[in-house]
């Protein structure tokens, strides 16, 4: 490895941040160069995000960073291996195509929008990096500071208590967090999660109730984050409170906590230690289950397209949570295809519903631009009128439909696209065993009523909103609205296509997941750059 | 000694919890800022309770039981900070809230 590439996995962390250190410098009005830069800020992060995974799919080991040079049990480690950066390419798609998006009018509609955007690419991005607990929770705050001014973007009165709702669950979340981390601690002696791991099959008996109580603590907070029922009930009305482009951002903010319950599962409750195998797994299961449930409940109870949206990332939550519960190989490739798949289109959902419900009743939607709520914030920050009309794309009603018509395809999981795919991948790996157990019916039962709920209420509302004639002129596009859509859409379908190498990586993935030792091993034997095998790194 | 920490986390968490189910604002505010010294005293018991010992090790002196554990305190530290300017974000929220609904009341409305 050469000195270059291994720094590449620094940089999805330390890139946003200094370019939003360099944006803060120049005024809100130069907007077309803070437009610029997050845009080459968020191409790079693609491009990085693709290194990291070509690289850690070469190697098949994870790839370790170790900051400051101190070796992994005493300093902070940043871990690269595929799960990872299956999920840095996850997110950093859906970064660009939510900033592209927002350029059509959203960004306008508050200061400083650019900046809180990186900022929280960076903090999904370290939360997905970090191997290190403690750091872990440094950059869920990252994330979360950033999406707390991101929820409030565009102001008004219903995103303003959305707001107060989401902060105040996600600062008594962060305190379950710490509580959590301070009891393993306490019981382990070491935050690393790789140490960690290796240090499960030492703890006297009579502790690990103790670490087990740590555990689900900290599980709890991030089982708020993904969503899980009885903690989901803050998620739809944010979700459906902030603007498009940060919405679809935030469908991937669910999915960091369904990776730090993947990653600590497999790591410390992964089956090596008989004493603690699978001690949380049942709760998944059974909490998945419900969260399913009531995530259909609400779909079919949903008026707003937005709310069918948040209930479905609820639906998507559930069916991961309750997969990482049953676990297996085959099981764990099929959620993971099902975890980018879902992600992509329910991103896509978020951000084709304003264009869709532009020419539904003004009622239900809330408006993008407000009254500003600090007057000297907004120095020359709107003009909306002329922003309203862009590029008149002819037949814009039919492309609004087909990419509906995909989006609807896509989330109900109908044959041929993606999302078919992933849920056909989950049954059948249910199906696969000898004996199928009454689990294993109750969650085909639920993914398959899932499909038709959300089939049964998209179509509703497509017929509701695309064919019922418009008593005003037709829908005016944006190309900068088209393009994010199309090109979301064509990453689930590129995903369609490729289907077969894409489940060979996965496979890599649930069968490193299913070794912690490899993870093990490679943190806790990162050679230090200037150490003799690493002379020319540093 | 161990007595008077569990008694002061158990005192402020019970406090806290109860304002945070307050339905004003404030009082959710106060709640919150009351659980986060509970649970920074708690990181801080994490590196079992030690009086008179410093957690910097010096160069000569090699025996660490002498020394107090600097993890929980470097942890406390970062904790404090963090739940210092969330509190003062939500604050703002808050008095925003306050402006746009006209009321304290969590949900925006008060119940009649």
Same mark, same amino acid.
């Given at each position: 490895m050469t000195g270059s590439m291994q720094h590449l996995i620094v940089a999805p962390v330390v890139l946003p941040i200094a370019v939003c250190a360099v944006m803060l410098a120049f005024n809100e009005r130069r907007r077309m160069l803070k437009r610029a830069l997050s845009l080459a800020t968020t191409a790079a992060l693609m491009v990085i995000a693709a290194l990291i995974l070509w690289q850690a799919d070469k190697t098949g080991v994870p790839q370790v960073y170790l900051l400051g040079n101190w070796s992994a049990p005493f300093g902070i480690v940043l871990v690269a291996d595929r799960l990872s950066a299956m999920m840095l390419c996850l997110v950093s798609v859906l970064g660009f195509t939510a900033l592209l998006y927002s350029f059509a009018r959203w960004d306008r509609s508050g200061p400083r929008f650019h900046v809180l955007f990186l900022l929280l690419l960076a903090g999904v991005n370290g939360a997905f990096l970090t191997g290190d607990l403690f750091n872990l929770f440094v950059f869920f705050e990252v994330l979360l500071a950033a999406s707390y001014g991101l929820i409030l973007h565009g102001a008004g009165e219903e995103r303003t208590r959305a707001s107060l709702h989401y902060i105040t669950i996600n600062i008594a979340t962060s305190l379950l967090f710490l509580?959590?981390?301070?009891?393993?601690?306490?019981?382990?002696?070491?935050?690393?999660? &790789?140490? @960690?791991?290796?240090?499960? &099959?030492?703890?006297?008996?009579?502790?690990?109730?103790?670490?087990?109580?740590?555990? &689900?603590?900290?599980?709890?907070? =991030?089982?708020?984050?993904?969503?899980? *029922?009885? @903690?989901?009930? *803050?998620?739809?009305?944010?979700?459906?409170?902030?603007?498009?482009?940060?919405?679809?951002?935030?469908?991937?903010?669910?999915?960091?906590?369904?990776?730090?319950? @993947?990653?600590?599962?497999?790591?410390? =409750?992964?089956?090596? *230690? &008989?004493?603690?195998?699978? =001690?949380?797994?049942?709760?998944?299961?059974?909490?998945?289950?419900?969260?399913?449930?009531?995530?259909?409940?609400?779909?079919?109870?949903?008026?707003?397209?937005?709310?069918?949206?948040?209930?479905?990332?609820?639906?998507?939550?559930?069916?991961?949570?309750?997969?990482?519960?049953?676990?297996?190989?085959?099981?764990?490739?099929?959620?993971l295809f099902y975890l980018v798949s879902s992600t992509l289109s329910v991103g896509a959902l978020y951000l084709i519903i304003e264009p869709v419900e532009r020419n539904a009743d003004e009622d239900d939607i809330i408006p993008g631009l407000e009254e500003p709520v600090f007057d000297d914030e907004y120095t020359g920050a709107i003009e909306e009128e002329e922003n309203e009309k862009g590029i008149v794309i002819p037949g814009s009603i039919a492309v609004l439909g087909g990419g509906f018509i995909f989006c609807t395809l896509l989330l109900a999981g109908l044959p041929p696209l993606s999302g078919f795919i992933a849920k056909f991948a989950i049954v059948d790996a249910l199906f696969s065993g000898p004996v199928i157990s009454a689990k294993a019916w109750i969650l085909i039962t639920l993914i398959i009523l899932s499909g038709l709920t959300t089939l049964v209420a998209l179509t509703r509302a497509g017929i509701d909103l695309i064919w019922t004639p418009a008593e005003d002129s037709p829908v005016h596009l944006n190309v900068t609205e088209i393009v994010p859509i199309g090109l979301l859409l064509a990453a689930c379908l590129v995903s369609m296509i490729l289907a077969g190498p894409i489940f060979s990586y996965m496979e890599a993935v649930a069968a490193d997941l299913g070794d912690a030792s490899l993870y093990i091993d490679a943190v806790m034997n990162a050679p230090r750059a200037g150490e003799p095998e690493m002379g020319e790194a540093l | 000694m161990e007595a008077v920490l569990a008694l002061a986390i158990g005192v402020l968490t019970a406090s806290g919890v109860w304002l945070v189910f307050r339905p004003r604002t404030f009082q959710v505010v106060l709640g919150l800022a009351l659980l986060s010294y509970a649970v920074n005293l708690f990181i801080l018991a994490a590196g079992r309770l030690r009086t008179d010992a410093p957690p910097i090790i010096g160069k000569d002196v090699v025996d660490p039981t002498l020394y107090a554990d600097p993890v929980p305190q470097a942890l406390v530290l970062t904790a404090i900070v963090i739940s210092f300017a969330t509190t003062a974000l939500l604050l703002v929220v808050l008095i925003a809230s306050r402006g746009l609904t006209g009321t304290d009341h969590v949900d925006g409305e008060d119940d009649q």
């Open positions: 509580i959590g981390v301070a009891m393993i601690y306490a019981v382990t002696g070491t935050l690393n999660m &790789a140490d @960690l791991a290796a240090r499960m &099959a030492t703890v006297p008996p009579e502790d690990l109730m103790l670490l087990e109580a740590g555990a &689900a603590v900290l599980g709890i907070a =991030f089982l708020v984050k993904s969503g899980i *029922w009885p @903690l989901s009930f *803050w998620l739809v009305r944010t979700y459906a409170a902030a603007v498009p482009p940060v919405a679809a951002v935030f469908a991937v903010m669910t999915k960091v906590g369904i990776y730090i319950v @993947l990653r600590l599962n497999s790591l410390l =409750f992964g089956g090596a *230690w &008989a004493e603690t195998a699978g =001690f949380a797994d049942n709760w998944l299961i059974w909490a998945g289950f419900a969260t399913i449930a009531f995530g259909v409940l609400g779909i079919l109870s949903a008026r707003t397209l937005s709310r069918v949206a948040g209930h479905y990332v609820l639906v998507s939550s559930g069916t991961l949570l309750a997969v990482i519960g049953m676990g297996g190989l085959e099981l764990t490739s099929a959620m | -």
